[in-house]
């Protein structure tokens, strides 16, 4: 086999709830991840060495050193199998760059069922999930897709049943926001606010509405503790979240840490109504519809 192509998707976290800081630097986590439509392509190449490139939306943003996610999955993927092994990734993105719907995790989850498959390591998908876990929280999620809770930092999963296709508008703003800035923010504003932190709980009324495919209560449900953080580090954020409301979304929120939008809507009209609006009224400079949940990484 030459080539090998492989489907993922982003995400939002319809509940994203942050505990006290740990002595190892790290927060536990009760994190609601659900896949949605919008999808990078990572292609595996036969190669001598590991190497990437990207094209698309914000290819300029991605690095295509060690610092990717991608090349770091590739070369995890490779030690577990103990052998060396050469691949020439290619993303075609179209998930936000830093934009907190976990695009190089994606890209990460990706490479390893790509890679997996290109090299015929033929290892089941527990290997897989364990391989991704030590990469970053988000990967394992991005491997499984669908909707899903993730607790400790996020990559111990349980999926979640949905009772039905939620829509949705994500409006990317311009310039990312790297998450450790918005955890470092989120702890400096609970310092400076000298408020008990909480430990996270699950919202058992946002896990009934899933259940239920219920998007008007879905989105009375939606939370995320990072979002003051990152609307402090990002205030304009406020306007396009305020604008979206005014526009009729059942739910506002930044995803992740930001600094995309997401925004409930009641179906699929709708949600392109809503996009239009938002990039009409220059709320956003972009928005995108999509739906969830999806499958996580999939052979194309």
């Not at 499984?144 to 508008?169: K, M, Q, Y």
């Not at 005014?246 to 600094?259: E, N």
Request: proline share 5%; aromatic share 6%.
């Amino acid at each position: 086999m030459s080539s090998v192509t492989v489907r993922v998707p982003a995400k939002v976290n319809v509940q994203l709830s942050v505990g006290p800081l740990r002595e190892d630097g790290y927060h536990d986590l009760v994190n609601v991840f659900h896949a949605v439509s919008i999808f990078d392509r990572v292609e595996a190449k036969e190669s001598d060495a590991i190497t990437v490139a990207v094209e698309g939306k914000w290819a300029d943003q991605v690095p295509v050193d060690d610092g990717n996610l991608a090349i770091r999955a590739a070369r995890a993927l490779a030690k577990h199998a103990g052998r060396s092994y050469g691949a020439d990734l290619v993303i075609h993105k179209e998930i936000p760059v830093a934009g907190g719907m976990a695009g190089g995790s994606a890209d990460a989850a990706g490479a390893l069922v790509a890679c997996n498959e290109l090299w015929g390591l033929g290892l089941p998908f527990e290997d897989l999930m364990e391989i991704a876990g030590d990469l970053g929280s988000d990967v394992p999620f991005s491997l499984l897709g669908g909707t899903a809770v993730g607790t400790g930092r996020g990559e111990e999963l349980s999926e979640l049943p949905t009772g039905g296709t939620f829509h949705w508008v994500f409006a990317p703003a311009e310039g990312g926001l790297p998450t450790p800035s918005v955890y470092a923010e989120c702890d400096r504003l609970r310092k400076e606010s000298d408020a008990e932190v909480p430990w996270p709980e699950l919202n058992e009324r946002l896990i009934e509405a899933l259940s239920t495919g219920d998007a008007y209560a879905l989105g009375s449900y939606l939370s995320n503790d990072l979002q003051d953080a990152a609307l402090a580090l990002r205030p304009e954020l406020a306007t396009t979240l305020d604008a979206g409301r005014q526009h009729g979304a059942l739910g506002a929120i930044v995803s992740g840490s930001g600094p995309t939008c997401a925004f409930l809507a009641i179906d699929a009209t709708h949600a392109r109504d809503l996009a239009a609006s938002l990039t009409a009224t220059g709320a956003a400079t972009s928005a995108m519809a999509a739906h969830g949940p999806v499958p996580g990484a999939t052979l194309a």
